[in-house]
């Protein structure tokens, strides 16, 4: 198995789901339970870089292939819990609202309903729209045949 | 040399109110979208992301747009624009047996684990053009994806229509073909270094000869498609030798997963798509390495096909000397390869030589000149020149 | 609970008028520049040394703490600010920050750099009680007009003959900056100390 697929903690699923997730779509989740919190921030949302590393070989050792944007944010919300997100691309509100959640998330009392209404319905997107993909992609499969050549 | 002009700043100015203008074009005619840009000419996209060395679908969109169309411009836009951002760190090496595809082919084996994808390809398409797509189509009202029908959702809608989708399924784990020789002991290993070698990055340091093969992939992968792919061509056509087989081509998408400094854990960050090309070639064994296949390696930003088939043959040709294969072609020679295949250092050489040179141009003018004078005043008479020519070639 | 903001508030404008207020130390060596940006208090470490640890380090640029300043609070504000790696592996530290000047003798063995890279180098960071430029030092070299006198409160006795040696290993040494509160100054390795105590 490759080292980075043991098993991720809960706090790195959401974070994970909340970076790749549908920027619309976790606005508009967000919004209704945003007023429920209180937040201070504590790194405002800044857009910097990271360099994407591949591996000779698709399997060997590392090199550096080239650079991605990335923003990321840190909050804190008022019951003293910290929120911190790292998201590809330039949208410092998506950033921003991962941070908010990442807070939210930790606070124990609050964690199952946030999972529920708004992690698990957007990791469900993901997955379809994944599983749309495939099926799609699934239809260009391709079975060659080779000729067999005649005598002479 | 180039001395420094002054003045022309009003002509400057208004080259630069012509150059808007011109990339506006007729006014008649909509203005073209960065997200057009972005969702219609892709694979350009792709280009400016994977040559300027920067993955960011909408910045690539905008450089083309503003580069009037002129991708290496578009990509000395990008590469300008990414020394402005701080970096905050390297990423976790990508997985690409991970990779949700969308094309995986393979010229090696018909009946691979896993399959071949054709996916989206201009391969086996007549290269006739289409007339149907010189009518504008408008865009379509649906929203993008398995969300509603409507055009505005709210988050009650969202929550009813993702509720009944399935939960997630990981992209299943597709081994690399070349991997599967491997087993077998007829390919060699991916790499000579170990997995958990800490690869030089020709950002912070500036490149020196010989080059590492990490440094060389880096180097390959923001190069010039245009260059590689003729270095690439002359490799089969006998200069190097190299006839290579595609043993696999995959495009699709990976997480990136990073571990920020403060947090002290690894996490995903987000999904970019990638080509990555595995080239098999053959290898007679030296002392060292019984007969077996090797292997050239090509990855980059996007879809970029014939970028990524380059690459992979040039990382091979690169390896000449480590394989024990005599050196004789330019694809074979490192320092040759790799001064020149990044694109905005050459068009920066190549294209100031458009700016003035007034100073030098009178210093060689007038060398010629005296030159010239000197050679006058020392050749004869041009009807005793022919007889001066006869005893020259007899003197010698 | 309101935490205070650490870091830049503004970074891009900030962190050019720190780095203007550092680059004018370094190549003024013995002048002492006001830190002009509004800092809050990071507990352990005084703001001219929080300035240049926001300014200088980053993820690529390893850094030393002596013991006075391995608290916890210091760590993480270099972790989280700066994302700059604390590390005991001494051949890598760029930037070594000092709760005072301890001796000579006590310095660890930071590199100096090579002949063919005297870049790599590591940079002090030595915080002090006060500047003074009254008494203490004349001061004499690349930057220095003619001569410059300086004094800073809280060296130990040594640090003066210490510099005169580090100066005579040039282009090898190590650059010095100054911290307190208000200001800073620097001593780069090029600088002559004409006069010791």
Redesign the interface.
Known sequence: M?E??VDK?AQ?KW??VL??A?W??LE??W??QRNNYQF?????P?????????????????????????T?C?V?S?A?NKG?A?????NHTHALVAAELDAALQDETRNGSLLE?IIE??????????????EK??T???????MVRGED | MYVAVKGGEKAIDNAHKLLKEKRRGDTQIAEITTGQISEQLTLAVDRV??EG????R??AALAIKQARGDLIEAIFLIRAS?TT??????????????M????RISATY??LPG?????PTFDYTHRLLESELETDQPASQQHR???SDQNS???TD??SE??N?????A?PIIP?V??LLGEEGLME???????????????RQPLSFPAS???R??NL??GDEGFLLALGYSTQRGYARNHPFAGEIRVGTV????E?E??G????????E?T?C?MVNQFKGSEKAPPQFT?G?G?T?GHCERKAMSMAQIDRSLRAEELGEQKTAPSQDGEFVLSHSDNVQATGFVEHLKLPHYVDFQSELELIRRMHQEHDAASPESDQQAKDMTTHEAAE | ???P???F?N?PVESSIAFRAILNAMSKPGTVQPILVDLAPVEGINKGTQLAALTLTDHESPVWLDENLSKQSVIEFLR??CSAPVSSDLSGIQFAFLSKWHDAASLPPFPLGTPTFPDRSTTLIIEVESFKKSEGVTLSGPGVKTTENFDAVGLGPDFWSWMQQNNARFPLGMDVILTTDKEIAALPRSVKILEAY
Request: net charge negative.
């Open positions: 490759p980075n697929s903690t790195q974070m994970a970076a790749k549908d619309p779509t508009k989740l919004k209704d201070q921030t504590i790194r405002k800044e857009t910097g870089l990271v360099m994407v590393r591949g591996r000779a070989g698709g399997s060997g050792a590392p090199f550096n292939l080239g650079e991605a944007t990335v990321r840190t804190q008022s003293g911190n790292y998201v590809l691309g330039r209404e319905p957007l990791a469900r997107m993901a997955a379809s729209k994944k599983q749309h993909h495939r992609v699934a260009t499969k391709v079975d060659f045949f080779t | 992301m994977t060395s920067l993955y960011d909408s910045l990414r951002l701080p970096r905050f760190g390297y990423s976790k090496p990508v997985e690409t047996d991970k949700e595809l969308s094309r018909k009946d399959g071949q994808l054709l996916g994806g398995i969300l959702i709210d988050s969202v929550k993702i509720a989708e399935e939960q997630t399924i992209a690399h070349l991997d290993p991916p790499s000579n270094e170990p997995k958990d070698h800490e690869p030089e990055d020709l950002t093969r990490d440094l992939l880096q992968a923001r997480a990136i997963e990073f920020p403060e947090l854990f690894a996490i995903e960050i987000g999904e970019i990638l990555e595995e292997r390696y990855l930003f | 609970m309101e935490t903001i650490h870091g508030h970074p989280f600010h």
